[in-house]
């Protein structure tokens, strides 16, 4: 059986055609934005607006992360 066969504590990724941690995976995509997707695809279904809190911490991390970077990036390209 196949970890996407099952899910513990919940069905709310069992419904979707696609899987987040399949998504993710499959780009490579960075703890951070998979943390961020997966709290976007199950909010209604599971964690409600605390899912939509952790995915504004997760932003936060994300810009703090980057500013710290390059502390002059304010964010604004110009175009």
Not at 10 to 18: A, D, E, Q
Not at 34 to 62: M, N, P, S, V
């Amino acid at each position: 059986m196949k970890s996407t066969d099952y899910q513990v504590a919940g069905n709310h990724y069992k419904k979707l055609k696609i899987q987040p941690i399949e998504y993710i995976l499959a780009n490579d995509i960075p703890f951070a934005e998979g943390c961020i997707i997966k709290y976007a695809t199950r909010w209604r279904d599971k964690g409600g607006i605390d899912d939509l809190r952790k995915i504004q911490q997760f932003c936060e991390f994300l810009i703090e992360h980057e500013l710290s970077i390059d502390p002059l990036d304010t964010g604004h390209s110009e175009s």
